[in-house]
C-alpha cells in the first residue's frame, strides 16, 4: 500500500467527519428547537407543529430529565440519535421478550408486541438476539400499514433462531454463535413484531445456571454476549439500541418528484428510493452538504478550504458543487495533487523569466570559473616552486655542493668563513642581477655590486659555468680563500652553489683597481712616491702571507696591477684568486701548465711549464715596474714598436737612464734613492732565472724596510748575477712577438679589455710543489 492511497483514505474519513460536524449545526427549521439536551433535531424532524414534517416526525423533549430526552411522538421510544441519511437510534424500556422457568415449569413468558407505525426495523443494520441454554426464539412480524383499515397487518413471516449450551463450560464470553446466545438477520420493511419462545427441556437441565431465555432486537454489534447474562435474573431490564429507517411519506421518487407542492427535497438536492419500504429519502448533491429538506439547506462545500486537493503551486478554484485545480502561468501541469501538479517551465523567451536566467547561469559559471583558475593557478604556483627546488638541489649538487658540506661538516677552521649564500638573497642583494650593477666584466664573468639584507656592501662574482672536473678544486679553493685572513687580502665572504653558475661573494673595494690608479689621467688619484712604496709594500707583504704564512702555500699566478684593489684609503687589496679558470682554460686554448695575464708571465714558466712561487716573484716584478714608470705591462714605448715594459725597462736599466723612464710624478730629488733602490728590488724580481729572484717574503721585508726608512740592504754580490743573467736573455723578452707568432688566440684575449685573467690556485699542485 503506497502512501498516496492511505492519503486518500484520510482525505475521506477528513470529508466524511466535516460533513457529519456540519450537518449537526443548524438543521433545524428556521425558529425551531434544534436540540433536545445534547440530540439534535433536524427537520424533517421537529419538537412542535410546524417544525415537523408531518406528526410522524413530531419529537417529545422531556425537560424534566436531567439532561432532557427526546421521545418519538408520545411513545415510550427514546431517542438516541437522528441522522438525516434516514436513520434514527432509540432504545425502548421492557423491550425484551422473555421466557423462564422453575423447577414446575413454566413460570413466566412475555407476550409483548410492539409497532412503529410509519418506520420500519433496519433490516441491515439490526440483529434478532436470543441467549439461553434450552432456547427456541423468533418473531412473528409485521410489515406495512394496512391501508384499508389503517391499521397494520401481519405479514406472514416469522424468524428466529434457536440456542443450547450442553455444559456451561462450552459458553465463550463475547461469542454469540450458537452456544448460550444466537443471532439472525431480520426481514425488510418490519413494521411490527411479537416475541415466541418455546424450550425444548422446559430448561430443565439447565434450571441450575438458566431459568430464562431472553429475545430481543439490537443495533448490530451493540450487544457483547457475556456468560453470566445466561443466569442474570435481571438481564431482561436491560436496553439495547435499535436502529429504525424513515422516509418520507409513501411515494417513491417518481411520484413525489410530481407532486412538487410537497415534495420535500429541496435547492441542490436529489431524491432516492431506500430499499426498505415506501416513501423516499432527500440527499445534498455531490459537493453540497446540509440539510437537504430544508429551503437552501444543502449549502457548497468548499472542498478548496476542507481537501486542500491542489498541488502546492496549484491554484484552487472553487465552484458550487465542484472544485478545480490549475497552475499559475509559467507552470505546466494539472495542478492536482493526485495528478500531474505544476512545474516551473523556463522559456528563453519568456521576458520575466530570460534575465533570471542569464544572470543566474552567468553567477554560476563565473564563479565556477574562478574557483578553476584560482585552482589551476595554485597548481602551477605549487609546480613551479617544486620545480625551482628540484633545480635549485640539482645545480647546488652540480656545483660541487655536497663537497662543500662534506667539507664544511669535516673541516674544524673555515666554516663560519665560507658561507653559503642561497640565491634569492644574492639575487635580491644585486637587484636581480641588474646592469646598472656591473662593476667590471671579464671573459670569466662579470662582477656586480650588492647590498646584502645586513647592510653589507659586497662584489658578487658571477662565473661562466664550471667544468664538473675541476669542482673538488673549486671547493678546496673556496675553503683556502675563506681561510686567508690578510688585511690586504680581499675576503671572500662566501659563495653560492644553487645557481646556474657558481657565485662568489667578496667584500666590496670602492676605489677601483691599481692599474686605474697609475693608468688613468683622473688628476684626483693621489699618485705620491709614498703612497706608490705603500702600496708596493702592501701588496709584497700579501704575496708573501700567501706563499708562507697561510696554512698552506698558495700562489696567486696571476698578479698584474689590475688584480690589486684599494680601498677606500688606497690600501692594497690582492684579489681574483682565479676562481673561474676552466673558462680561462677552454677560451685560451692554452695547457694547464702555462696560464697567466700577458705581460706579467714568467718566461721562466712559460718554457718550463713549472710553476714556482718565483713566478710570483717575476709577476709582481712587473707591478713595481708598472708603478716606477706608470706605463703599462704591454704598450707603446716612445718610437719603439710595441712591446713588453720589462725589456724595456731591463734595457733602460742597463743603460743606465733609468730615472728617464720613471714617472713624471716620482723620482725627485729626495726620492731618488728610494726609487733607485725599489727599482733594483725589481730587476731582480725580473731575473730571468727563477733561482736567482728573491723570495716574496725577501721582497716584503726590503720594501717595508725601505718604506720605513731604513735603508737598503740588498747584498751587492746577489745583484751582479742577477745582472749577467738578465743581460743573457734580453733578446728573448719580447713578449709581443713571441706571443703574436705562437699564440695568436691568447694574445687576443689578453689584449682585450678584459683585466679579469685570473691563474689557476690548484691545491693539489701547490701542495706538490
Ligand atoms: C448525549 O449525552 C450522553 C451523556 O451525557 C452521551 O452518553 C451521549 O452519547 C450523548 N449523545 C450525543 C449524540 O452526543
Ligand atoms: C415527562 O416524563 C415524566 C416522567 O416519565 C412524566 O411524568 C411527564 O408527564 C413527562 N412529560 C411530558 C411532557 O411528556
Ligand atoms: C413456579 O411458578 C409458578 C408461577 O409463578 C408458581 O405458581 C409455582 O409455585 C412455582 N413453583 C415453584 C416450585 O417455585
Ligand atoms: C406461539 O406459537 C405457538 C405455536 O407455534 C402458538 O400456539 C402460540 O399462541 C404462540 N404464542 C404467542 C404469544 O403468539
Ligand atoms: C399465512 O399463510 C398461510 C398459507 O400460506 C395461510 O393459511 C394463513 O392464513 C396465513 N396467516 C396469516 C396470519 O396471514
Ligand atoms: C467469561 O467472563 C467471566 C467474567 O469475566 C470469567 O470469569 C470467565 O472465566 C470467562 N470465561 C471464558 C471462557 O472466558
Ligand atoms: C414441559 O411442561 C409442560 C407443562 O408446563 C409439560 O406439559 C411438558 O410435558 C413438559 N415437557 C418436558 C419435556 O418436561
Ligand atoms: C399514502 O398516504 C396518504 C395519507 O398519508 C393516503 O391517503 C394514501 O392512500 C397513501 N397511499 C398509499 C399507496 O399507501
Ligand atoms: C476551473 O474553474 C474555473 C472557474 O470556474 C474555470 O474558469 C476553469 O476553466 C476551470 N478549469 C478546468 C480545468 O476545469
Ligand atoms: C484527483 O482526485 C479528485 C477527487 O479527489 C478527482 O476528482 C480527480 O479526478 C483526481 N484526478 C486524478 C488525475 O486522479
Redesign the pocket.
Given at each position: 500500500m503506497g502512501f498516496g492511497c492511505t492519503f486518500k483514505e484520510l482525505a475521506v474519513l477528513v470529508v466524511m467527519v466535516t460533513l457529519i460536524t456540519t450537518s449537526v449545526a443548524a438543521q433545524a427549521k428556521p425558529g425551531c428547537q434544534s436540540d433536545c439536551g445534547n440530540i439534535s433535531i433536524p427537520y424533517p424532524f421537529g419538537t412542535r407543529s410546524g417544525c415537523y414534517i408531518s406528526s410522524d416526525f413530531s419529537i417529545?423533549c422531556?425537560t424534566?430529565?436531567n439532561p432532557p430526552k427526546a421521545?418519538l411522538r408520545t411513545s415510550d421510544i427514546e431517542v438516541l440519535d437522528i441522522s438525516l441519511d434516514g436513520s434514527l437510534r432509540f432504545i425502548y424500556n421492557f423491550f425484551m421478550g422473555h421466557d423462564c422457568y422453575n423447577s414446575s415449569g413454566r413460570s413466566l413468558q412475555s407476550d409483548d408486541g410492539f409497532i412503529f407505525r410509519k418506520f420500519t426495523l433496519s433490516h441491515t443494520r439490526n440483529k434478532f438476539t436470543a441467549i439461553g441454554c434450552d432456547t427456541i426464539a423468533y418473531i412473528n412480524g409485521f410489515s406495512g400499514p394496512d391501508s384499508s383499515n389503517g391499521f397494520f397487518k401481519a405479514k406472514n413471516f416469522s424468524t428466529g433462531c434457536l440456542t443450547f449450551c450442553g455444559d456451561v463450560d462450552d459458553v465463550i464470553n463475547g461469542s454469540c454463535s450458537g452456544i448460550g446466545c444466537c443471532q439472525t438477520a431480520i426481514p425488510k420493511g418490519l413494521n411490527g413484531f411479537f416475541f415466541n419462545f418455546s424450550s425444548p427441556q422446559n430448561h430443565s437441565y439447565v434450571l441450575r445456571f438458566n431459568p430464562c431465555s431472553y429475545g430481543f432486537l439490537v443495533e448490530d454489534g451493540a450487544y457483547n454476549f457475556h456468560r453470566s447474562h445466561l443466569w442474570d435474573t435481571n438481564f431482561g431490564k436491560n436496553n439495547y439500541p435499535v436502529i429504525l429507517d424513515w422516509t418520507i411519506g409513501n411515494q417513491t421518487c417518481e411520484q413525489a418528484k410530481m407532486d412538487l407542492k410537497n415534495y420535500a427535497c429541496k435547492q441542490n438536492s436529489d431524491c432516492t428510493d431506500p430499499e426498505n419500504g415506501p416513501g423516499y429519502l432527500c440527499k445534498c448533491n455531490p459537493g453540497f452538504q446540509g440539510n437537504p429538506y430544508l429551503s437552501y439547506g444543502c449549502r457548497d462545500i468548499d472542498e478548496c478550504e476542507t481537501q486542500k486537493p491542489c498541488y502546492e503551486f496549484g491554484t484552487c478554484h472553487n465552484t458550487p458543487g465542484s472544485y478545480n485545480c490549475s497552475c499559475p502561468e509559467g507552470f505546466v501541469g494539472d495542478g492536482w495533487k493526485n495528478g500531474t501538479g505544476c512545474r516551473r517551465i523556463f522559456k528563453l523567451q519568456d521576458r520575466e523569466s530570460f534575465p533570471i536566467l542569464v544572470v543566474t547561469l552567468g553567477i554560476g559559471l563565473s564563479i565556477g570559473l574562478l574557483f578553476l583558475i584560482a585552482g589551476l593557478w595554485w597548481f602551477y604556483k605549487r609546480l613551479q616552486r617544486r620545480k625551482y627546488i628540484k633545480l635549485k638541489q640539482k645545480l647546488f649538487e652540480r656545483n660541487g655542493g655536497l663537497l662543500f658540506q662534506k667539507k664544511m661538516y669535516s673541516n674544524e677552521g673555515g666554516l663560519d668563513k665560507a658561507k653559503l649564500f642561497s640565491s634569492k638573497k644574492l639575487e635580491i642583494a644585486t637587484d636581480q642581477f641588474n646592469e646598472n650593477r656591473i662593476l667590471g666584466c671579464g671573459g670569466q664573468g662579470m662582477v656586480y655590486k650588492g647590498m646584502l639584507s645586513d647592510g653589507r656592501i659586497v662584489a658578487v662574482k658571477k662565473s661562466k659555468t664550471i667544468n664538473e672536473g675541476y669542482l673538488e678544486q673549486f671547493i678546496n679553493e673556496i675553503f683556502i680563500l675563506s681561510q686567508i685572513d690578510h688585511r690586504n687580502i680581499v675576503k671572500l665572504l662566501g659563495c653560492c652553489l644553487e645557481t646556474e653558475v657558481p657565485l662568489l661573494v667578496y667584500e666590496f673595494i670602492p676605489n677601483g683597481t691599481l692599474s686605474h690608479l697609475i693608468h688613468d689621467q683622473n688628476e684626483e688619484y693621489p699618485r705620491s712616491w709614498d703612497i706608490r712604496l705603500r702600496i708596493a709594500a702592501e701588496v709584497a707583504s700579501a704575496i708573501s702571507y700567501l706563499h708562507s704564512s697561510a696554512s698552506i702555500p698558495i700562489y696567486h699566478r696571476d698578479i698584474k696591477s689590475s688584480n690589486i684593489l684599494l680601498d677606500e684609503k688606497f690600501r692594497a687589496k690582492v684579489s681574483d684568486f682565479g676562481t673561474s679558470r676552466s673558462i680561462s682554460i677552454d677560451q685560451t686554448h692554452l695547457t694547464t701548465q702555462v696560464l697567466g695575464t700577458f705581460g706579467y708571465l714568467d718566461p721562466e714558466y712559460f718554457y718550463s711549464s713549472q710553476f714556482t712561487e718565483k713566478s710570483d716573484v717575476y709577476s709582481f716584478g712587473v707591478v713595481i715596474v708598472e708603478l716606477l714608470t706608470g706605463k703599462k705591462a704591454v704598450s707603446t714605448f716612445g718610437s719603439q714598436e710595441k712591446r713588453g715594459l720589462v725589456s724595456y725597462f731591463m734595457s733602460s736599466m742597463e743603460e743606465n737612464h733609468l730615472l728617464d723612464i720613471v714617472d713624471a710624478e716620482i723620482g725627485k730629488d729626495d726620492q731618488k734613492d728610494e726609487v733607485v733602490a725599489v727599482a733594483e728590488i725589481a730587476k731582480r724580481c725580473l731575473n730571468l732565472d727563477g733561482r736567482y729572484r728573491p723570495t716574496m717574503k725577501e721582497v716584503a721585508m726590503e720594501l717595508e724596510r725601505l718604506r720605513t726608512r731604513q735603508g737598503d740592504c740588498i747584498p751587492i754580490n746577489q745583484l751582479k748575477q742577477a745582472e749577467v743573467v738578465v743581460r743573457k736573455s734580453t733578446e728573448s723578452w719580447d713578449f709581443t712577438s713571441f706571443s703574436t707568432e705562437h699564440y695568436p688566440n691568447y694574445s687576443i684575449t689578453s689584449t682585450s679589455k678584459s683585466d679579469v685573467h685570473p691563474l689557476m690556485l690548484e691545491s693539489n699542485s701547490l701542495q706538490d710543489l
Amino acid at each position: 500500500m503506497g502512501f498516496g492511497c492511505t492519503f486518500k483514505e484520510l482525505a475521506v474519513l477528513v470529508v466524511m467527519v466535516t460533513l457529519i460536524t456540519t450537518s449537526v449545526a443548524a438543521q433545524a427549521k428556521p425558529g425551531c428547537q434544534s436540540d433536545c439536551g445534547n440530540i439534535s433535531i433536524p427537520y424533517p424532524f421537529g419538537t412542535r407543529s410546524g417544525c415537523y414534517i408531518s406528526s410522524d416526525f413530531s419529537i417529545n423533549c422531556n425537560t424534566s430529565f436531567n439532561p432532557p430526552k427526546a421521545f418519538l411522538r408520545t411513545s415510550d421510544i427514546e431517542v438516541l440519535d437522528i441522522s438525516l441519511d434516514g436513520s434514527l437510534r432509540f432504545i425502548y424500556n421492557f423491550f425484551m421478550g422473555h421466557d423462564c422457568y422453575n423447577s414446575s415449569g413454566r413460570s413466566l413468558q412475555s407476550d409483548d408486541g410492539f409497532i412503529f407505525r410509519k418506520f420500519t426495523l433496519s433490516h441491515t443494520r439490526n440483529k434478532f438476539t436470543a441467549i439461553g441454554c434450552d432456547t427456541i426464539a423468533y418473531i412473528n412480524g409485521f410489515s406495512g400499514p394496512d391501508s384499508s383499515n389503517g391499521f397494520f397487518k401481519a405479514k406472514n413471516f416469522s424468524t428466529g433462531c434457536l440456542t443450547f449450551c450442553g455444559d456451561v463450560d462450552d459458553v465463550i464470553n463475547g461469542s454469540c454463535s450458537g452456544i448460550g446466545c444466537c443471532q439472525t438477520a431480520i426481514p425488510k420493511g418490519l413494521n411490527g413484531f411479537f416475541f415466541n419462545f418455546s424450550s425444548p427441556q422446559n430448561h430443565s437441565y439447565v434450571l441450575r445456571f438458566n431459568p430464562c431465555s431472553y429475545g430481543f432486537l439490537v443495533e448490530d454489534g451493540a450487544y457483547n454476549f457475556h456468560r453470566s447474562h445466561l443466569w442474570d435474573t435481571n438481564f431482561g431490564k436491560n436496553n439495547y439500541p435499535v436502529i429504525l429507517d424513515w422516509t418520507i411519506g409513501n411515494q417513491t421518487c417518481e411520484q413525489a418528484k410530481m407532486d412538487l407542492k410537497n415534495y420535500a427535497c429541496k435547492q441542490n438536492s436529489d431524491c432516492t428510493d431506500p430499499e426498505n419500504g415506501p416513501g423516499y429519502l432527500c440527499k445534498c448533491n455531490p459537493g453540497f452538504q446540509g440539510n437537504p429538506y430544508l429551503s437552501y439547506g444543502c449549502r457548497d462545500i468548499d472542498e478548496c478550504e476542507t481537501q486542500k486537493p491542489c498541488y502546492e503551486f496549484g491554484t484552487c478554484h472553487n465552484t458550487p458543487g465542484s472544485y478545480n485545480c490549475s497552475c499559475p502561468e509559467g507552470f505546466v501541469g494539472d495542478g492536482w495533487k493526485n495528478g500531474t501538479g505544476c512545474r516551473r517551465i523556463f522559456k528563453l523567451q519568456d521576458r520575466e523569466s530570460f534575465p533570471i536566467l542569464v544572470v543566474t547561469l552567468g553567477i554560476g559559471l563565473s564563479i565556477g570559473l574562478l574557483f578553476l583558475i584560482a585552482g589551476l593557478w595554485w597548481f602551477y604556483k605549487r609546480l613551479q616552486r617544486r620545480k625551482y627546488i628540484k633545480l635549485k638541489q640539482k645545480l647546488f649538487e652540480r656545483n660541487g655542493g655536497l663537497l662543500f658540506q662534506k667539507k664544511m661538516y669535516s673541516n674544524e677552521g673555515g666554516l663560519d668563513k665560507a658561507k653559503l649564500f642561497s640565491s634569492k638573497k644574492l639575487e635580491i642583494a644585486t637587484d636581480q642581477f641588474n646592469e646598472n650593477r656591473i662593476l667590471g666584466c671579464g671573459g670569466q664573468g662579470m662582477v656586480y655590486k650588492g647590498m646584502l639584507s645586513d647592510g653589507r656592501i659586497v662584489a658578487v662574482k658571477k662565473s661562466k659555468t664550471i667544468n664538473e672536473g675541476y669542482l673538488e678544486q673549486f671547493i678546496n679553493e673556496i675553503f683556502i680563500l675563506s681561510q686567508i685572513d690578510h688585511r690586504n687580502i680581499v675576503k671572500l665572504l662566501g659563495c653560492c652553489l644553487e645557481t646556474e653558475v657558481p657565485l662568489l661573494v667578496y667584500e666590496f673595494i670602492p676605489n677601483g683597481t691599481l692599474s686605474h690608479l697609475i693608468h688613468d689621467q683622473n688628476e684626483e688619484y693621489p699618485r705620491s712616491w709614498d703612497i706608490r712604496l705603500r702600496i708596493a709594500a702592501e701588496v709584497a707583504s700579501a704575496i708573501s702571507y700567501l706563499h708562507s704564512s697561510a696554512s698552506i702555500p698558495i700562489y696567486h699566478r696571476d698578479i698584474k696591477s689590475s688584480n690589486i684593489l684599494l680601498d677606500e684609503k688606497f690600501r692594497a687589496k690582492v684579489s681574483d684568486f682565479g676562481t673561474s679558470r676552466s673558462i680561462s682554460i677552454d677560451q685560451t686554448h692554452l695547457t694547464t701548465q702555462v696560464l697567466g695575464t700577458f705581460g706579467y708571465l714568467d718566461p721562466e714558466y712559460f718554457y718550463s711549464s713549472q710553476f714556482t712561487e718565483k713566478s710570483d716573484v717575476y709577476s709582481f716584478g712587473v707591478v713595481i715596474v708598472e708603478l716606477l714608470t706608470g706605463k703599462k705591462a704591454v704598450s707603446t714605448f716612445g718610437s719603439q714598436e710595441k712591446r713588453g715594459l720589462v725589456s724595456y725597462f731591463m734595457s733602460s736599466m742597463e743603460e743606465n737612464h733609468l730615472l728617464d723612464i720613471v714617472d713624471a710624478e716620482i723620482g725627485k730629488d729626495d726620492q731618488k734613492d728610494e726609487v733607485v733602490a725599489v727599482a733594483e728590488i725589481a730587476k731582480r724580481c725580473l731575473n730571468l732565472d727563477g733561482r736567482y729572484r728573491p723570495t716574496m717574503k725577501e721582497v716584503a721585508m726590503e720594501l717595508e724596510r725601505l718604506r720605513t726608512r731604513q735603508g737598503d740592504c740588498i747584498p751587492i754580490n746577489q745583484l751582479k748575477q742577477a745582472e749577467v743573467v738578465v743581460r743573457k736573455s734580453t733578446e728573448s723578452w719580447d713578449f709581443t712577438s713571441f706571443s703574436t707568432e705562437h699564440y695568436p688566440n691568447y694574445s687576443i684575449t689578453s689584449t682585450s679589455k678584459s683585466d679579469v685573467h685570473p691563474l689557476m690556485l690548484e691545491s693539489n699542485s701547490l701542495q706538490d710543489l
